[in-house]
């Protein structure tokens, strides 16, 4: 089948996606954007289980199931039956990279081991992405991440509180396609694919950053801080006389030039980052008392010229109209677009998330023509 859409960054480069739910199949799009051709295999009844989750809907479609599965195409196949596994094994032979997020031996039951696709295809990488590593059946929703992994220890103000978004899933299916380009360009040099493994704690535990090395260097365990910056004053969400407003000072000059736009005296205990973080309530109170007598856009206007980091608490549809205004494009064909500008080779959207199964006639077809003698896929 001749190629219809621009030449990108992973043009030719074929994914047998075995994936369902978000932190995978947010992996396999951000590839298929760039140009890899994702074969999302699916169960023919059920499909990917965000398939059903809604409401909110778009037509009779669930919008969370198309916010990670465009540009990819539909295989549907019971990998239960002997023409199910033999098809996913021809797949698997002719593909550059294979992904899944089963359950640690699930894939091997079917024969989709990593080391039987290796048996198979020396030149694949295959990334296998869990919840809490391949030596553990605990089941891999971000929630449960969140929970154990210390993320809503450190989140809210009185009871733990989640973030409000899938974080964790997003956060491994960043590291997941960053691993799969590793290991791809270690094949080049090698012409051997390898084993890339990602699991939701160890991702979680990486991406808290500064609070993990507060503990692991310091023996600092973080509590809730609600809004406030354990390391850093004023940073924090405010209220200006209509809404919230949130300061993020990060350095002693921002600190000043907040103290010029509303007129808050520069002294001696609030001189340093460190001594404004030990006086921190005192800050806040003389803070909050200033930025009440206008409003969150006032303050935006007269604090932004000066370098001070700031801004009101937009909702989803106040930050796309942001976006919108300072030209980012953040939409397309209807879903959010790649955040990656490359200056040759950008992202392209030429196929919009796939139907249940819609492109199995075609692709079953070609899976079972012989590969010396198939057409490309």
């Given amino acids: 089948m001749p190629r219809l859409w621009p030449v990108t960054s992973l043009s030719g480069l074929l994914v047998a996606d ?4 978000l932190a995978a199949p947010y992996a396999t799009m951000l590839l298929a954007d760039l140009g890899a051709d994702v074969i999302k ?15 909110p809907f778009a037509g009779d479609q669930a919008t969370y199931f198309l916010s990670v599965n465009r540009n990819k195409r539909s295989l549907a196949l019971d990998l239960r039956t002997e023409t199910g596994r033999r098809r996913a094994t021809e797949l698997v032979r002719r593909a550059d990279v294979v992904i899944e997020n089963f359950r640690p031996g699930t894939m091997a039951k079917h024969g989709l081991s990593p ?15 869990t919840g809490f590593g391949a030596g ?3 089941p891999g929703y971000d929630l449960l991440a969140q929970a154990v992994g210390g993320l809503m220890s450190v989140t809210g103000t009185g009871e733990p509180v989640k973030v ?3 974080l964790v899933d997003v956060l491994t299916g960043l590291h997941a396609a960053v691993g799969v380009l590793a290991a791809l ?15 939701l704690l160890s991702t979680l535990l990486s991406s808290m950053v500064n609070q993990s090395a507060g503990y692991t260097l310091a023996g600092v365990v973080p509590e809730r801080l609600g809004n406030r910056h354990p390391s850093i004053a004023p940073y924090a969400v405010f209220t200006a006389a209509d809404r919230p407003f949130v300061l993020a000072v990060g350095n002693d000059r921002q600190f000043s030039a907040l103290c010029r736009g509303i007129g808050l005296s520069e002294e001696d205990r609030f001189a340093t980052n460190a001594a404004r973080v030990e006086h921190v309530e005192e800050l806040t109170g003389l803070i909050h008392e200033r930025l009440g007598t206008r409003t969150a856009d006032e303050w935006f206007k007269i604090l932004s010229p000066l370098g001070v980091p700031c801004g009101p608490v937009n909702d989803l549809a106040d930050a796309f109209a942001l976006a919108e205004d300072l030209g980012l494009r953040p939409l397309a064909d209807g879903l959010v677009a790649n955040p990656i500008g490359l200056s040759r080779t950008p992202p392209a959207y030429h196929r919009p998330p796939p139907r249940l199964g819609e492109h199995t006639e075609d692709l079953a077809a070609w899976l079972d023509r012989p590969l010396s003698t198939g057409d490309p896929a």
Avoid: M
């Fill in 185 to 199: 360009r270690d094949r080049e040099r090698t012409g051997e694919g390898q084993l890339v493994e990602v699991n």
């Fill in 164 to 166: 409000g978004v899938a």
């Fill in 136 to 138: 553990s059946d605990l």
């Fill in 41 to 55: 295999v699916e169960h023919p009844e059920r499909g990917d289980d965000t398939r059903a989750w809604g409401p």
């Fill in 18 to 21: 075995f994936s369902r739910v």
């Fill in 115 to 129: 080391e039987h696709v290796r048996e198979l295809n020396p030149r694949a990488v295959y990334c296998s992405v």
